[in-house]
């Protein structure tokens, strides 16, 4: 439903996207990730078709964004980040004005000015300027212009920028009960968001894909999958280091002591399983265990690993995507 096809984007001798390509599939949500800089927003771009490639294709449920660009805006919601407003309208008069620009029947606009409305909870502001409007009220218009015409493909940037917890629960609920039927991508800085939503994780560096898989797969990538984590009593601290030492497959142990516990974290050989064996050992030796968990991996060390900061060429490429 949405495919990008060596995706290349330069501003002069700048090269900001690299040759990109993949695809999404209905159901899957996919979180494009990167620094700032690294590529996002000019990719989102090029698949809405707000910025012609340099080289390479998009699709939009098989319609060429940039041959049959009308085709493929009748099946996408875009949200985009900082998305503008008529800040005199009010959202109920913004809806009408978004619905009859993109031709939904004058007999069904106000049914689907109201679902759109309820999906993100503005009714209490519908009949208010939005110039008046909190940011996260704004962002939530926004999402609503999104979904208005029920497209079968949507792609939102940064959706839940400028929401209170209790808003990002809904607007994170409202996503995941859109899910089956569409194909979403969403660009956020909010791993916990990725970790929360994606189906699947793409992470761009210098417009470069550098990783592309599902929030397990990339967390298995991480130095601390499969780690143990282990919290007894300070007095058996020592006691405990010496019998795990001896274990085969761990590779380091790290140590951290307050004044009535120890807390050690355990690193494997790349795919063992530490976590029964450290219970049997530390049971036999007669050590009492206060808590002991497993490590799934963290997505953060995955990012950190795979992207650079680098201040010069950041700050390049972060001014060219804003003028693109």
């Known amino acids: 439903m949405i495919k990008a096809d060596a995706l290349l984007r330069r501003f002069g001798s700048f090269t900001a996207v690299n040759g990109i390509s993949f695809e999404v599939r209905?159901?899957?949500?996919?979180?494009?990730?990167?620094?700032?800089?690294?590529?996002?927003?000019?990719?989102?771009?090029?698949?809405?078709?707000?910025l012609p490639p340099t080289s390479g294709q998009a699709f939009i449920c098989g319609h060429d964004v940039a041959l049959n660009p009308e085709k493929a805006r009748e099946v996408l919601g875009y949200l985009p980040e900082g998305?503008?407003?008529?800040?005199?309208?009010?959202?109920?008069?913004?809806?009408?004005?978004?619905?009859?620009?993109?031709?939904?029947?004058a007999d069904a606009l106000e049914s689907a000015c109201a679902r759109a409305a309820s999906a993100v909870h503005i009714g209490p502001v519908l009949h208010q300027p939005i110039e008046t409007l909190s940011k996260g009220y704004r962002r939530r218009v926004g999402l609503a212009q999104a979904i208005l015409h029920?497209?079968?493909?949507?792609?939102?940037?940064?959706?839940?920028?400028?929401?209170?917890?209790?808003?990002?629960?809904?607007?994170?609920?409202?996503?995941?009960?859109?899910?089956?039927?569409?194909?979403?991508?969403?660009?956020?800085?909010?791993?916990?968001e990725v970790e929360a939503l994606c189906s699947r994780v793409i992470i761009?560096?210098?417009?470069?894909?550098?990783?592309?898989?599902?929030?397990?797969e990339l967390k298995r990538r991480s130095r601390s999958h499969g780690?143990?984590?282990?919290?007894?009593?300070?007095?058996?601290?020592?006691?405990?280091?010496?019998?795990?030492?001896?274990?085969?497959?761990?590779?380091?142990?790290?140590?951290?002591?307050?004044?009535?516990?120890?807390n050690l974290v355990l690193y494997p050989v790349q795919g063992m399983a530490l976590l029964d064996p450290v219970r049997a050992a530390l049971d036999d030796a007669g050590i009492a265990v206060r808590q002991i968990s497993l490590e799934a991996g963290r997505?953060?060390?995955?990012?950190?690993?795979?992207?650079?900061?680098?201040?010069?060429?950041?700050?390049?490429?972060?001014e060219e995507e804003a003028l693109s």
Not at 29 to 46: E, R
Not at 161 to 184: C, H, S, W, Y
Not at 299 to 318: C, K, N, Q, Y
């Open 83 to 105: 998305a503008p407003l008529y800040e005199d309208m009010t959202p109920l008069a913004f809806l009408r004005f978004v619905g009859r620009v993109r031709g939904i029947r």
């Open 204 to 216: 761009i560096d210098a417009g470069r894909i550098v990783a592309d898989g599902t929030p397990a």
């Open 26 to 50: 209905r159901g899957e949500v996919l979180g494009l990730l990167g620094p700032n800089g690294a590529g996002k927003t000019t990719s989102i771009k090029m698949l809405t078709g707000y």
């Open 150 to 192: 029920d497209p079968k493909v949507l792609i939102l940037d940064e959706p839940t920028d400028g929401l209170d917890p209790n808003q990002k629960f809904e607007v994170r609920r409202l996503i995941e009960d859109m899910a089956p039927d569409k194909a979403i991508i969403i660009s956020t800085h909010i791993l916990e």
């Open 299 to 318: 997505l953060e060390e995955v990012f950190r690993t795979l992207t650079h900061t680098d201040p010069a060429t950041d700050s390049v490429r972060a």
């Open 227 to 262: 780690t143990v984590s282990i919290e007894l009593l300070q007095d058996k601290g020592d006691t405990a280091v010496t019998v795990l030492e001896k274990m085969e497959g761990v590779t380091q142990i790290e140590r951290h002591d307050n004044a009535d516990y120890s």
